[in-house]
């Protein structure tokens, strides 16, 4: 399968799980709203996921993945099941060491991630229960991870691209039927949610033992003390441990800033996190299928470029990257600063999520949308420094952002409450993106090619033009009181095709050559 084929259905199952991730947060929105028990949820839920990305979609894939192409590539097949089997022991015994102690120290886990709870001892105790049930989910991940890994390895990129789909169904029939039954035997109906999870990662993991048991890689792991032993002692194990050392450094940088903004986030007024949360959501759409996207396809053929001493073409991929970066993100951010509440009232605003809820998450949207040009410019500026083996750079870069974003924190928070939280991030993404982009110029390894200026004059315009049509959207329809549900989303979309209409339309009324800027 070439690369466009494989990213293109990477993109398809990732757009698969962002939908079905966002119905998921709808079903949770109409059921709870946001509340200080969805807060405790969230918090619940984020303890698991923190660990989750550090230590295996962060960290250890980053590590494992590298060291078993290159185990197949010079030692064979049988070297590499070798390493399979010893690595995997290792991980189990590490994951059920992990889970046990995480269980055990749910009080401590959540006084350090959301001590403000405790204004709300309910909410609190609901989101001890919640970690404690939950937890284990990072002995799943951790597991998927390492068969992801593995799978990827022998290009079998499907099965580890549809796995998080899994987890968006079980926690959307936890919330429809799981939430009722527990309501009528009364039990708290949000604790339905840590039965989906799991059910979810089981779900997870499962659907990856056929796809390794064909190729004949299903790890054996190894019960007693002594394959723990050999499997620690095995070369290939650590290696991997040096190797997740700084990944560690890199990965956790984003992790750490979210810690603190959740804990800051959750001594606020009740509802806060889960408004930024829902807030987050919406973000993810425009930076998985932007960001992630352009990163995807770039960085092999900036690698390639970099290795063969192109540095005119290393160039050229990286100014196309950053157009198409200006090209689409700019009126997307335009989008959601100019009509947030109707997309926020859209998507969320049904059962238990009231009108204040729409506002306060239509803020926390605005806050994230000014950085969104920076968050998504970041996914196109740091491979640039993947392909040159400089990953040093980056990280250090995003040490300092993350101090400057909490010294943002302590500016705007008490001006803005959550808003600032979410404001906070965007210019720190926007720090972050120009910060990278300073230093590739500076080093020679990109020089902008001609025309930029009227580029970025010819965008700056159609933005203005859109801008004003959507407020004019935004002020004319009563999104927060609607005849119906479906004249609302009529309006939406009719609102959304039209603004595409009118963006590429200006654009090309403008001389902006479309077509030749996609073919190249």
Do not use: C
């Amino acid at each position: 399968m070439s690369l466009f084929k494989s990213a293109s259905l990477v993109s398809l199952w990732t757009l698969a799980s962002r939908i079905t991730g966002l119905a998921r947060e709808l079903l949770i929105a109409a059921t709870f709203g946001a509340s200080a028990l969805t807060d405790a949820f969230n918090v619940a839920f984020r303890i698991p996921n923190l660990l989750r990305r550090l230590f295996a979609e962060g960290a250890f894939s980053q590590a494992f993945v590298p060291v078993l192409a290159a185990t197949r590539a010079t030692e064979g097949d049988a070297a590499t099941r070798e390493l399979i089997d010893r690595v995997a022991t290792v991980l189990a015994w590490a994951l059920l060491v992990t889970s046990l102690l995480g269980v055990l120290a749910a009080p401590l886990l959540v006084w350090a991630m959301a001590a403000g709870l405790r204004q709300t001892p309910q909410a609190f105790d609901v989101a001890v229960t919640l970690t404690r049930w939950m937890f284990p989910y990072i002995g799943f991940m951790s597991l998927v991870a390492l068969s992801a890994g593995i799978l990827n390895t022998w290009k079998r990129f499907a099965v580890p691209a549809a796995t998080p789909v899994l987890l968006n169904v079980a926690m959307i029939a936890a919330a429809t039927w799981g939430a009722p039954w527990l309501a009528r035997h009364g039990v708290e109906p949000i604790l339905a949610l840590a039965g989906g999870v799991m059910l979810g990662g089981a779900l997870q993991l499962a659907l990856q033992v056929p796809a390794l048991a064909r190729l004949g890689l299903l790890p054996r792991i190894g019960v007693t003390p002594a394959a723990l032993a050999r499997g620690w002692r095995h070369p290939g194990t650590r290696r991997i441990l040096r190797l997740m050392a700084p990944a560690l450094l890199g990965v956790g940088v984003a992790q750490v800033s979210l810690l603190i903004n959740t804990q800051i986030a959750s001594h606020l007024a009740p509802g806060s996190v889960s408004w930024l949360t829902y807030a987050d959501r919406l973000m993810e759409f425009p930076t998985a299928l932007l960001g992630v996207a352009l990163g995807v396809v770039l960085l092999p053929q900036l690698a390639a470029a970099q290795a063969a001493g192109e540095t005119a073409r290393y160039s050229e991929l990286l100014d196309w990257g950053l157009r198409g970066v200006v090209l689409l993100a700019v009126p997307s951010a335009v989008g959601l600063l100019t009509l947030a509440e109707p997309l926020v009232a859209v998507l969320y605003h049904y059962g238990a999520f009231t009108a204040q809820d729409v506002r306060q998450t239509a803020l926390a949207l605005m806050g994230y949308g000014v950085g969104l040009l920076g968050l998504i410019g970041v996914k196109v500026l740091a491979p640039g420094y993947y392909a040159r083996q400089d990953i040093r750079t980056p990280v250090r870069i995003a040490v300092v952002v993350l101090a400057v974003t909490q010294a943002l924190n302590a500016a705007l928070v008490p001006w803005l409450a959550h808003v600032g939280l979410a404001l906070a991030i965007g210019l720190g993404a926007l720090l972050n993106a120009g910060w990278l982009l300073v230093g590739l110029r500076r080093r020679g390894a990109y020089r902008p090619q001609p025309g930029w200026r009227r580029f970025a004059l010819q965008v700056a315009a159609a933005s203005a033009l859109l801008a004003a049509a959507l407020l004019a959207a935004q002020h004319a329809l009563p999104w927060l009181q609607p005849p119906s549900r479906l004249a609302r989303i009529g309006w939406l979309a009719a609102v959304l095709v039209g603004a595409a209409l009118l963006y590429f339309g200006a654009l090309a009324l403008l001389g902006l050559p479309l077509r030749r800027f996609v073919r190249k």
